[in-house]
């Protein structure tokens, strides 16, 4: 009953892609791809349309009575969508390289998801929605463990899950607040309402934590996340500008970032005086939506040591690093450290939200961190069955292969076209490239759409590359060379 | 394959529930129910242990070693419970009147909801969550046409849906903030932050609206939710504090209502001569959380009033009173207003969050109001389907009349134990009774779970129901018989 039919369109080997779709472009490279593995893959894009075609302008039209349809691409066949190609209401097929805003983790309608759907004891799961943190399922414990424990960052047992990146990081921080009055660290009284004290959280420019307003305080990659709705007086220090290729320029690098470890004391030590302590520090392994902004293991590891130094808790926010895209499980296992952080936040690609902390930054009471859902089993499922699939294709190797051909060949773009490419950079398959101008950049997105490429822009000029774990080298050849024919055309 | 077992152990018909369980009992009625149509439902509570039961006790053991296990009621066998019985890890079967904090809206299991599950059709909508803000699929203006805007609320076309009841709070706050600022109602510069304005937003005492940092500064109904946590200072308005029944005390109810709303309008004149306009007043129609406050429909249709005179925005949250709990789908349809609100705002029982909002409202530009997932699809089609229950089943008839039955039991109980029971209230099966005091309402909820039926405290010593929207006459009869020997026995 539920074969879904999908062998039928599907090809499974891909040996000449380069004469395949655009015969007459410039080449990058004459490298033939290698055979895939990823059986439920179509074997390249295909377009028919412009992107938006005519059935998505049709039906954003539509939704653009009921929403702000504003930030609507296209619309999405998502049934015919398979492993790394997106599909479109107007039949195109897309390589797609931005997943959902990085939070598909193994591709369109994986084949072990899928069955996970088919196996009549998950049903309860779906269609029951329990208040988690009152009334859990009696597989809770068993899930959690093989499910996020599994993947536990260094040093932390614990872990609270939580419906979306947002809340995760929300809750993160009260845990953080909470830690820190009960510590005793600080015997201020607050000012404005007894038992909710002026504390604070150091976040740093260009980095994005969510919008709901706690977070969106500590948020600061875009000024129209911000406009209009009201802030808390926290410090924002300056995250590292760095120059890239990194190991080019390590002596110029490391003293940018010691410039920015000591305005991080500096801030730490006036938001004091002012009455505001630091409670904790967030910050991101690799700004994603700022810009794809790098730091070195040794930067981190100072963050660290300048939050036990102040006695401030130390929230590495993980929600767009984590999953395996940078070729390691945590973007932070790269710092090389036993204990990278007192919370690790999470959301996008591990499908449910929540955070990892320390014993120590357990609420001491309950109800103190508490919602009606406190996550999703059901979400929890998928997530199980994901690192299953994760470990049995290796897919953290996969990611460091396919992510060295995909920079590899940006670095020889960049050679070649640098009067429009700049600071190619990257970590696995979480990659960027500067573009010379935020006009061009949005340019070049559009163009690689309608050659059958979906890419997505961050910070001011640069393009971000987001694909699945199931992206393969010769995906990243692809991509490749349907990049350099738009830039070719571009010259 | 999908044929779940069930009937075998379902019993359809109800005759004599009264002799069954508690035969020694004294019995507050002699009524006997009436034949149940709700088909997939047990024929009653049936306890093997007391609550928590051995394998729950050691279950909540192995979950403390992951998390803060301090508010773990018990744990569930959610393939075993149906209809308006949740079943417990050690076998005991309980009738529920708290429904997973009011969030299920057509009861355990439910064949409809299964059945969905079973849909070919659907599968790809619970493996593939898309980003909807950019890449909706194809039938999302079609669902949320069919699902969330057949319900909407007067005057509203527009919907937009978000995770949690949390998340749609803090985003309805924020399309307050901008939408004041954009109809340019206030001139004055943000001190703090160019761009981020000091404007704020009116709560009563005794509200809840989410514990994100945005939606815990308007929440009001209990310390420990807003202990350690830094808030913003924003006015809080008193809520009516009714006397019950409503009808014998309206002249003293008016003149409380009407110190209240005079209070509101002193407070936004206040809070603008401070700086910090209120760009929007949030109210839930019936504080819940808080204590089952409620208040007349004269009360907020001043309320709006006010809103409209001083130029803020009115935000009507029913996250818990939303979904037909009080008779109707809304509890703001009681009011009798065209014109209810700006913005209303639900999650619990719609099984996705969100909020309607009037044309004005919806934000000027994209990306203002945004987030990864804004919403999930797979929520949208179970919510399609209870919506079709509902109106095959003409469920919120059942409800005023099984809320009758329910209220009209609270009375006669509440003549019998003056000393022990007052103020019995509610609309619908949203019903609420006060206990003597705090130690005896937490008694009272154990005893009566012992005895097989499941209640939620609200406020400092009430009680709240909380059934679904299948709890018939009958239903009521097998609590109130249990309701009353517990009573009897504290007597």
Known sequence: MYTHSLSAS???????INAYFFPLGCRYVSKTATKTQVEFDYNGPSMKTSVPGPRSQ????????????????????????R??????????????LYTQISSIPIGYNHPALLKLMTNPNNLSTFVNRPALGILPPENFPDKLTESLLSVAPSGMTRVQTMACGSCSNENAFKSMFIWYKVSEKTFKLCLLLPGCPDLSILSFMGSFHGRTMGCLATTHSKAIHKLDVPTFDWPIAPFPRLQYPLEEFSRENAQEESRCLEEVEDLIV??????????????????????????????FRSLRNICRKHGCAFHVDEVQTGGGTTGKFWAHEHWGVDDPADIVSFSKKLLTGGYFQKDELQPDKAYRIFNTWMGD??????????????????????????????LNGLYELQAQYSGILSRARGQGTFCAID??????????????RDKGVILGGC??????????????????HIFLNIFNDVLAQLK
């Open 10 to 16: 599907v090809c499974v080997c891909v040996n000449v």
């Open 58 to 81: 049709e039906l954003t039209k539509q939704l653009g009575d009921i929403q702000n349809v504003g930030a609507v691409n296209f619309f999405c066949n998502y049934e015919e969508s």
């Open 83 to 96: 492993g790394n190609y997106l599909v479109d209401v107007d039949g195109n097929r897309m390589l797609d």
């Open 270 to 299: 006036k938001w004091r005086q002012k009455g505001k302590p630091v409670a904790g520090i967030v910050v991101e392994p690799i700004q994603a939506e700022g810009g794809d902004n790098h730091a070195s293991p040794d930067f």
């Open 377 to 406: 089993p059901a979400k929890n499922l998928f997530l199980a069955e994901v690192l299953n699939v994760i470990r049995r294709e290796n897919l953290l190797e996969e990611v460091t292969r396919s992510g060295k051909a995909l």
């Open 435 to 448: 573009i010379c101008d935020d006009e061009t950049r949005n340019r070049i997105l559009l163009k690689t």
């Open 459 to 476: 910070g001011d000029r640069s393009i971000r590359f987001r694909p699945a774990l199931i992206f393969k080298e010769y995906h990243a």
